[in-house]
């Protein structure tokens, strides 16, 4: 790369959304080394000609951290020798709010490295009353000073020119004179690491623990430094915030005028009265998830019966023009069931995640996470562990990750073994295809739909069942520290309906493609696996019905249905669904809701594509209904009753709801924790939450 460029800001100034513009699909993720923080790099064409490779930098407040994410700015910034350490800064900071965001830009530029600030959300600074002298502010820092909307994707060209004429050598003007803080000390740290800059060696003395390029020596030699000057570092990081932004209004004062300042929050904390207030706030939002838990039924019957309409009819054309054999019936009971299994539930998907993204950006979500913080902190936790709960609806895995965020180690530990509990995007189509099946397609007073106000309950137990265990583990898990939470509400937005949009496509392709692969693999397992037998068993059964077969009287469909299921009973499948059922009987269900348990535990929508393979083979090839309609027919072979009655349905979803059954949220526990003892403890209490839960609802409702 000819140029390596990091983005640094504060949280919610648009610091993502300008590395997507200037990386568009150009980019990857892995993790800085050593740590398990996730590292975001991009590459663009700079308007010279050169490649810029440009790294997104966790947002933080100011080089003090207060999380190991937050660590990561200073360390590479610090380093030389990083491989993310950049050759040039853009530092982005909200137009609207210059004072506050310029803390951080104060504390980078006494680093040295060369610096380009960016303000961004002119647009809605504007709208504001606020104006900035562009050309002041830049004499003033010695700085490029560039304004854009990387919302609006105004101002890159711009951005992208003054990255090319970034000086090598840089310019900035040193803010406050840190040395007058601990001038012996400082001095002494300079002298030990041979360098010339008061700052790197201020906050070198902060934070040298969590700085993994030092070596235990030096950090033992730094440590004496510390302790022999008396360096006391709460008090000088005080004076040194309260002397910056002394430094920053003098800097400001002519430079930003706001014209708008009695009257540009009042729209806003009108509307923050209603959304927040302890009473309504929590009315409104429980309306709005019933509105979206009701559209999801609403709007996605007709593509949903579109889809499913559409594979029983492949198959059945299959069927009809295919030549008969084993590879016929490998790829139209398998792999088209499985395919079936997966697509039916795009809409739903989509819909999910089309809501979710409009109250992100509308900037709601950040309201509700304000909210939680009162109910997070009854049960132990901080208003930070609501972001990866909430997160958590989309899926557990990278809401784990985000809990990195929360300083507290125990509120991080709860927060880790509590968020799988919320209901995630991988439980949706269990849901939806057994509340199908248990509640009926009605209307209450002509607006409720039961079906949306079930599926609303069920991820309300989700959440209601992870504040529990966290109320609980706040007294077997111990700490002294105590938790505080500080978050900025973003401003009320429109949505950026092209983002909508973009989310609808991405969790749709990501659901298809990572989920069907798993999906696709099990369904041929289970093909397989239900279409043979151990010794002549088959054999067997078809000699059985031979004399049945061959009586031209009879009615050979529903012998060939009998057929089918007796060889599907003694399936390798059925063997091994029979063997785990006097387990699983007492929670109302049979073996091949068993083998469905079973599969689901490398991914929980694989429960679908097991009830669609199992039921494809089940119902032979002249049984052309849909897999809900093979499923509510189903009866048990013993008692000749419905398998999926009311009682079973709740039993099922429960088990859903608290199990434990996916793999890879299992592997970032094991990760997040550094070991083993968390993800079995969190396996252990979510099985068994599932098994007593379903065992009691199906005994009580039965």
Request: proline share 3%; hydrophobic share 45%; glycine share 6%.
């Amino acid at each position: 790369m000819d140029i390596k460029v990091a983005l640094v800001g504060n949280p919610n100034t648009g610091k993502s959304t300008l590395f997507n513009r200037l990386t568009g699909l150009n980019q990857k993720i892995g993790n800085f080394p050593g740590i398990t923080v996730d590292k975001k790099t991009g590459y663009m064409k700079l308007v010279n000609g050169k490649d810029a490779e440009i790294i997104d930098l966790p947002g933080t407040y100011s080089l003090y951290p207060k999380s190991s994410d937050e660590s990561i700015v200073f360390q590479v910034l610090a380093d030389e020798q990083n491989s993310s350490h950049p050759d040039l800064i853009v530092l982005v900071v909200d137009a609207s709010n210059l004072k506050r965001n310029m803390l951080l830009y104060s504390q980078v530029a006494d680093l040295g490295i060369p610096m380009i600030l960016a303000l961004n959300m002119i647009d809605l600074a504007e709208k504001q009353g606020i104006e900035v002298d562009l050309d002041k502010l830049a004499g003033k820092l010695g700085v490029q000073v560039v304004s854009i909307s990387a919302r609006n994707n105004t101002g890159m060209d711009t951005l992208k020119q003054a990255i090319c004429n970034a000086n090598k050598i840089a310019t900035q003007f040193q803010d406050v004179d840190v040395s007058s803080l601990a001038p012996a000390a400082i001095n002494a740290i300079k002298s030990k690491l041979n360098s010339d800059n008061d700052y790197y060696a201020l906050q070198v003395l902060h934070q040298h623990e969590y700085l993994t390029f030092f070596t235990d020596q030096e950090q033992q030699e730094i440590e004496d430094i510390e302790q022999s000057h008396h360096f006391e570092s709460s008090k000088i990081q005080a004076a040194e915030t309260i002397a910056r932004y002394k430094h920053l209004s003098s800097i400001l004062s002519g430079v930003v005028s706001d014209s708008g300042t009695a009257k540009k929050f009042v729209f806003s904390d009108k509307l923050d009265g209603v959304l927040t207030h302890k009473i309504w706030g929590f009315a409104i939002f429980l309306l709005i998830l019933f509105v979206i838990f009701n559209a999801i039924f609403a709007w996605s019957s007709y593509p949903m019966d579109l889809i499913e309409s559409s594979f029983g009819y492949i198959t059945n054309l299959g069927h009809e023009y295919l030549p008969a054999g084993m590879l016929t019936d490998l790829v139209l009971d398998g792999v088209i069931a499985g395919l079936g299994g997966i697509f039916v539930f795009i809409p739903q998907i989509a819909i999910l995640f089309a809501f979710i993204s409009i109250l992100e950006d509308t900037g709601y979500m950040a309201r509700v996470t304000f909210m939680m913080d009162k109910i997070m902190s009854k049960v132990g936790l901080s208003g930070k562990s609501v972001v990866p709960m909430i997160g958590g609806l989309a899926c557990a895995v990278p809401s784990i990750m985000a809990a990195r965020n929360i300083e507290n180690w125990k509120d991080r530990m709860i927060t880790i073994m509590v968020t799988p509990l919320v209901s995630c995007s991988a439980r949706l189509p269990v849901y939806i295809l057994i509340i199908s099946l248990i509640i009926p397609s009605e209307n209450v007073w002509g607006i409720f739909n039961m079906q949306g106000l079930a599926l609303m309950v069920m991820y309300l137990v989700g959440v209601i069942a992870a504040v529990l265990v966290a109320w609980i583990m706040k007294f077997i898990i111990k700490t002294k520290e105590r938790a505080y939470f500080i978050m900025e509400l973003p401003v009320y937005r429109m949505p950026r309906w092209k983002n909508v949009f973009y989310t609808m496509y991405e969790k749709s392709k990501t659901f298809v493609f990572e989920a069907g692969k798993v999906i696709i693999a099990i369904s041929i397992i289970l093909w397989v696996m239900a279409s043979f037998g151990p010794g002549n068993r088959f054999e067997n059964i078809e000699k059985k019905y031979e004399s049945a077969l061959a009586d031209t009287t009879r009615n050979t469909d529903h012998i060939n249905t009998l057929i089918a299921t007796e060889k599907l009973e003694n399936s390798y499948v059925g063997i091994l669904g029979q063997w785990i059922e006097p387990a699983i009987r007492p929670l109302g269900y049979d073996w091949k809701i068993g083998i469905g348990l079973i599969t689901s535990f490398a991914a929980r929508e694989a429960f679908v594509g097991t009830m669609a393979t199992i039921y494809s083979v089940d119902g032979g090839d002249e049984d052309t209904s849909t897999i809900r309609e093979r499923m509510s027919a189903s009866v048990h072979s013993g008692t000749g009753l419905p398998v999926y009655t009311f009682a079973t349905g709740i039993s099922l979803m429960l088990f859903y709801a608290f199990a434990m059954q996916c793999m890879s949220t299992v592997a970032i526990v094991y990760r997040e924790t550094k070991g083993w003892k968390w993800p079995v403890i969190q396996i252990v209490y979510m099985t068994a939450m599932a098994y007593f839960s379903a065992l009691i609802a199906y005994q009580l409702l039965k």
